[in-house]
């Protein structure tokens, strides 16, 4: 049967459902917390390669980190859009996007932000020092255009207008005071008394000055082409003349670099034998290793422990999934589900039920010699017979376990690594990691009068076990220090520290 059967009613429909979509798309916005936007932005910036701590405080100078305003529409602010305040006049970007998916609205903040270090390295506006983006402090008129290259966001004339600070001051501000950190100014008697200094001045980097993070890249990682852009561009020398143009997505595999040029950090990528040359770090995304092949999880391309984390993958250690989350911290059952399958690898478990053949051999000379009367022996049988029948003693927390955990928990259990009150849930700290692995090795005799506390000295107030624990991992290479002198018994340990730990014990012959 038709519904309609004519066109209006079907209209009034089609009316009504985009005005419903339209209005639960605009007003079902949340922000994120703070937290969470970080986090983001810095994967934004990690791909890009500006530092970090730079788009965060752009955030929270522009937005005070709110993407969307209290009634869930987008924050607008005359033409600015979203978290970084995107102003979308020249029609750049996608206005939709940009109103409701906040990491296509960092992405553009990274974008523009690249675009003002563009202008000051091409000397579009001024310029500091050799250029280098991992010096925080040759940000500083990239970070003035990012507000606009206006003079009133000249320090000298600041006092005069309507603003208290310079919009790069709020910036340096927002990181002294809410990150920790310390940018210092440029030398301001090089900038004119009012107005915009000359686009051709170039200002010495500050002598103090700090690291911006940038990860680089090494030769023989795969890569592949990564931004807004829709066509990237590959030129026969660092900053030199363009030769071929790349789709989005087209991987590669870093042949030399990285070059610092005119602001940039390029490299030589190997596309095939007909396409190959030099491009811009920013705009390549690494995604494995010549060693490793194609990265197995999406958030380990900028870990220190990528490589350690893949070694696992290549020896079934860890499986294939979505993301390893790295700097996680990792509970009691992950760690064990770790070593469990760590030992099942080395082969622990069978170098522990299979003794020496000539020791194999003794009980059961012991047993030829000892067997007992008949009558007795049936008896002692049938008290075996029914021990043999009960289960194993259970850890008392077994109903904390997660199904696909249990079985690992309780291989590290009956191995003796573990006890019964072990509360799987519970995050591990790097001491009781220590008290868990120590258990599989022993002191060498070199080290027996070593004593520990003078290496770390954070691990007094430990108890005795503990501190052996410690020494255990330390002399047989299996655990360090998280700095000079300090172990950091207390602190939880990270997946990826787990990780590293399982890689040493996985080279172990037991």
């Given amino acids: 049967m038709k519904i ?83 102003n979308n006049r020249s029609g750049g970007y996608d206005t939709e996007r940009l109103k409701y998916d906040i990491m296509y609205n960092i ?3 990274a974008d523009v932000l690249l675009s003002k270090w563009n202008m000051s390295s091409s000397k579009k506006v001024s310029s500091v020092g050799n250029m280098d983006p991992n010096i925080l402090e040759n940000w500083y008129f990239a970070l003035w255009a990012y507000n606009g290259w206006v003079g009133s966001n000249n320090p000298h004339t600041v ?50 000055n700090h690291t911006g993070g940038i990860v680089f890249y090494e030769k023989g990682d795969y890569v592949k082409t990564d931004g807004l852009r829709d066509k990237f561009y590959v030129r026969d020398a660092p900053a030199g003349n363009y030769v071929h143009g790349l789709s989005p997505n087209q991987l590669g595999l870093i042949d030399e670099g990285p070059v610092l040029q ?13 396409t190959q040359g030099w491009i811009e770090r920013n705009f390549l995304l690494r995604t494995g290793d010549i060693e490793h092949g194609i990265y197995a999880f999406e958030d380990i391309s900028f870990h220190w422990a990528r490589k350690i984390i893949m070694d696992l993958f290549g020896k079934g250690i860890v ?46 000379k012991e047993a030829e010699e000892s067997t007992p009367e008949p009558e007795e022996t049936a008896s002692e049988l049938e008290e075996a017979s029914t021990e043999s029948e009960e289960s194993p003693a259970l850890l008392k ?50 080290f027996s009068s070593l004593d520990v506390k003078t290496l770390f000295t954070d691990i007094d107030n430990l108890n005795e ?30 997946r990826a520290e787990a990780a590293a730990i399982m890689a040493k014990i996985s080279d172990i012959s037991f």
């Fill in 262 to 274: 005119n602001g940039y950090y390029w490299y030589k990528v190997y596309i095939d034998e007909n």
């Fill in 4 to 86: 309609f059967n004519t066109g209006t009613p079907k209209i009034i429909l089609i009316i009504f459902i985009l005005v419903f979509v339209i209005n639960t798309f605009a007003y079902a916005g949340v922000n994120p917390t703070r937290e969470e936007l970080e986090d983001m932005i810095e994967r934004v910036a990690q791909k890009r390669a500006v530092p970090s701590i730079l788009l965060k405080a752009i955030a929270r100078v522009e937005s005070c980190y709110e993407h969307y305003k209290k009634d869930g529409s987008p924050k607008i602010t005359g033409t600015s859009i979203g978290l970084m305040q995107i």
């Fill in 159 to 208: 006092s005069s207008s309507a603003k208290k600070h310079t919009y790069q001051q709020l910036i340096y501000d927002v990181i002294e005071k809410e990150y920790g950190g310390k940018i210092h100014n440029i030398d301001f008697s090089y900038l004119p008394a009012t107005g915009k200094p000359s686009r051709s001045l170039t200002v010495p980097t500050p002598e103090y």
């Fill in 397 to 446: 927390n077994i109903e904390d376990i997660n199904p696909w955990a249990l079985e690992y928990v309780e291989d590290v259990y009956e191995l003796g690594l573990v006890d019964d009150t072990i509360n799987p849930p519970e995050n591990l700290t790097r001491k009781e990691a220590g008290v868990i692995i120590a258990k599989l090795f022993e002191i060498s005799e070199e």
């Fill in 319 to 364: 499986g294939e999934a979505e993301y390893f989350n790295p700097d996680n911290y990792i509970t009691k059952e992950e760690f064990c589900i770790l070593l469990s399958k760590t030992l099942d690898y080395t082969g622990y478990d069978e170098a522990i039920e299979s003794p020496d053949e000539e020791e194999a051999m003794e009980p059961e």
């Fill in 465 to 494: 076990e503990e501190i052996n624990a410690i020494k255990t991992v330390y002399t047989n290479g299996i655990m360090s220090g998280k700095g000079s002198g300090i172990f950091s018994p207390d602190s939880f340990l990270t």
């Fill in 107 to 109: 992405e553009a903040g």
